[in-house]
């Protein structure tokens, strides 16, 4: 009689396992795709970082309000099984800026107003000037 009990608790224990899984992974989905929503990725690149991210069967939606992006990834865990149930990730990021002066090789540019070049618009410390 104590087997059977046992079995039963160790298979419990393993799929409440399985699922604690399956929800991290849905987290990290969304992360990934609010990350990606937030640089400036396209909504359908975004939701394919997320979908491969996650556990197979998910839904991703991404949804834009002002300056934050919202990602929710839904994951239908153990589908067409009696013991199924939905599992959801959500993540939130504020969107970047895109209007950032560019250098020639594309990272952000940090200028001092007195030298060539636009004002620096994002606070970071410029390199100081070369000598003349």
């Known amino acids: 009689m104590g087997l059977p009990a046992m079995t039963a608790v ?14 991290a992974r849905a987290d990290e989905a969304a992360r990934i795709g609010a990350r990606a929503a937030a640089r400036g990725d ?11 991210a996650a556990p197979a069967g998910t ?21 067409g099984s ?11 990021a504020p969107a970047e800026p895109t209007d950032w002066p560019l250098a ?4 952000p540019t940090c200028t001092a107003p007195d030298r060539a070049g636009p004002a620096d618009p994002v606070g970071c410390d410029p390199a100081p000037a070369p000598p003349a």
């Open 42 to 52: 396209s909504d359908e690149l975004a939701a394919a970082w997320a979908r491969a």
């Open 104 to 107: 020639a090789d594309g990272p």
């Open 10 to 23: 160790v298979g419990l224990v393993l799929w409440l396992l399985a699922a604690a899984n399956a929800q």
């Open 82 to 92: 009696p013991l199924r149930f939905a599992l959801a990730g959500t993540a939130t």
């Open 59 to 79: 839904r991703v939606t991404i949804d834009r309000r002002g300056d934050r992006v919202l990602v929710r990834v839904e994951v239908t865990y153990l589908p």
